[in-house]
């Protein structure tokens, strides 16, 4: 006798989960700076964090700035290239590509604290 494996049933429509909503930003990070700036300039966009680029420490100030600037949990903020470089490929997932960006021109917008 022949087994064969059962495969399960197609779900029905619908019923997937989607997959949580997420967006990417290419940074230009500038480390070591006296104050956290944001900017965007005609390349794009440049985040200045206070820590320095040692030890992984510039990145967790970047993930910290993004998380603060976006109202969004430090573990929404992902590195997913460049954590050796100054050019960083940065994910924040559990909001749209349209409401993040609406969030960091409203922080470009606000008068320096």
Not at 35 to 45: D, K, N
Not at 53 to 78: I, Q
Not at 86 to 106: D, F, P, W
């Amino acid at each position: 006798m022949r087994h064969t494996k059962k495969s399960s049933p197609d779900p029905a429509p619908g019923s997937r989960k989607k997959a949580p909503e997420s967006f990417r930003l290419l940074m230009n990070v500038r480390p070591g700076q006296s104050r956290i700036t944001l900017g965007l300039e005609e390349r794009g966009w440049i985040l200045g964090v206070r820590e320095p680029a040692r030890e992984g420490r510039a990145n967790y100030g970047v993930a910290r700035a993004l998380s603060d600037f976006l109202d969004v949990p430090l573990s929404c903020v992902s590195i997913v290239r460049g954590e050796g470089s100054r050019i960083k490929l940065i994910e924040i997932a559990g909001m749209s590509e349209e409401e993040g960006l609406r969030r960091l021109e409203k922080v470009l917008e606000a008068p320096p604290a």
